[in-house]
């Protein structure tokens, strides 16, 4: 339990048709995008390769990363076997050649920043270590003395990254595709059966006390906040904020919750969760699921959540759905676990808004604890892509972006607001996947995963 429960106020009574809610007052070097190899699996260190063994010798320490002795060489391959190293002595930052990736473009151990394909798929950084630079793990750019050897991946060099896809569907084992080039082919729902976020709103006393059940359910979801009734609050701010590293997403609910959409307003809260979170709130839920929000969200988010109700509908791929109008399911008060399971929809995105799971301060319409559990984990084991409303809206804003009829690449140029570092994942039938002229892997979980800020593909 990561917090006690804390008092509220109650807010006037507000239109009905909006859905009066009842609240209480709780509260990395840029990104490279030709290193384009996005991972299914969550990253080590920063984001950095696990280097192969390279050939070592010791380096001298000095500002100017001089010799290297026999010029260890960084790039393992993506199946975690050792790559020999350059022979000859390194010389300043440049080193030997490295392996041959799983991609099959070889890295230069001696260059800060370029290691080789790590496990995961992703494209690897320098872990400090490689001809030239001598030293373990050194901070890429950095001197150090030692001997020259393993890129462990905690050096200080970027690849790109895929943020929104740190789950996979459990099928693996899929080998790539071996026909013609061509065939270029976004998934839907990033290759579940299916998408389901689970949202809840106002910050109410049950959420956090009832958190580690809903974490236990394997599903990632999001917390729409509102700034007012967190402001002060210490301890309950640090608890929504414990959630991030478990892959739980902190969004914007207005700083005030008003029905009426105001710009500054919903900046304000912007402004407090970045300050008091650490976190940018990509997505908005209108208070009241007022529809006036879907003229103001545009100027600071890439898409906002309302209307809600128990006719909402489900989301289809690449439908016409407005992201600023996406539609939400508002369970009844006391709603069964069946009732939340029979809204899900294969090969759609259901969307649901719960407010809490009991009537602590007048929480609006709670649903039991074990009612939501039993259905996230029925979402979870039914295939479902269970995550949070940000990572599923710009996977879904990222496929309509990528023509239907494309076959052998793609450009597209990405929203206003639209988040950094995510991705979509693609099959062909066959040929070599590539974006800014480096390889993306094969994932055996049947996919590659290619990068939305890269802003084109090419199968070739």
Request: with cysteine; proline share 5%.
């Amino acid at each position: 339990m990561l917090v006690s429960h804390v008092s509220r106020f109650t807010l006037p009574s507000e239109r009905s048709e909006a859905l009066l809610y009842s609240k209480h007052l709780v509260s990395a070097a840029a990104l490279l995008l030709s290193m384009v190899a996005c991972s299914s699996a969550t990253p080590t260190g920063d984001d950095a390769g696990a280097g192969g063994t390279g050939a070592g010798g010791t380096g001298a320490s000095g500002a100017a990363l001089a010799t290297g002795g026999s010029g260890g060489s960084l790039g393992g391959s993506s199946a975690g076997t050792s790559s020999a190293g350059g022979s000859g002595a390194g010389s300043g930052l440049t080193g030997g050649a490295g392996g041959t990736s799983a991609g099959g473009s070889v890295s230069f151990g001696g260059i800060p920043g370029a290691g080789g394909t790590s496990a995961a798929g992703r494209s690897g950084t320098g872990g400090g270590s490689g001809a030239g630079m001598g030293g373990t793990s050194a901070a890429a750019g950095a001197p150090s003395t030692g001997t020259g050897g393993v890129g462990s991946g905690t050096g200080g060099g970027t690849a790109a990254k895929c943020d929104n896809l740190s789950l996979a569907p459990s099928k693996t084992g899929v080998a790539a595709p071996t026909g013609a080039a061509g065939g270029l082919k976004v998934l839907d729902w990033a290759g579940f059966t299916g998408a389901v976020s689970f949202t809840f709103d106002d910050n109410t006393p049950s959420q956090l006390p009832d958190y580690n059940q809903l974490k236990a359910t394997g599903a990632h979801f999001t917390w729409f906040v509102v700034g007012s009734w967190l402001s002060g609050n210490a301890s309950t701010i640090s608890g929504y904020k414990a959630t991030i590293a478990d892959g739980q997403e902190l969004a914007n609910h207005t700083y005030s919750h008003q029905s009426a959409g105001s710009e500054s307003d919903l900046s304000k809260n912007e402004s407090f969760i970045m300050t008091n979170l650490g976190v940018n709130a990509n997505s908005m839920a209108a208070p009241n699921c007022d529809q006036s929000w879907s003229s103001v969200a545009p100027n600071v988010l890439f898409q906002n959540r309302g209307p809600c109700g128990n006719s909402a509908a489900a989301v289809s791929p690449r439908d016409s759905t407005s992201p600023f109008l996406l539609p939400a399911y508002l369970p009844n008060t006391g709603a069964s676990a069946a009732t939340l399971q029979g809204t899900f929809q294969t090969g759609k995105w259901r969307i649901f808004v719960i407010h809490g799971f009991d009537s602590q301060n007048g929480t609006y319409q709670p649903v039991p604890i074990d009612s939501v559990t039993t259905a996230m984990t029925a979402a979870v084991s039914g295939g479902y892509w269970t995550e949070g409303i940000s990572n599923v809206g710009a996977y879904w804003q990222g496929q309509k972006l990528i023509s239907a009829s494309a076959t052998t690449s793609a450009t597209w140029t990405l929203p206003a607001h639209f988040p950094k570092n995510t991705c979509v994942r693609i099959t062909t039938t066959g040929g070599t996947v590539t974006q800014s002229g480096k390889t993306i892997p094969w994932d055996p979980h049947g996919y590659y995963q290619i990068s939305l800020d890269a802003g084109s593909v090419t199968v070739q």
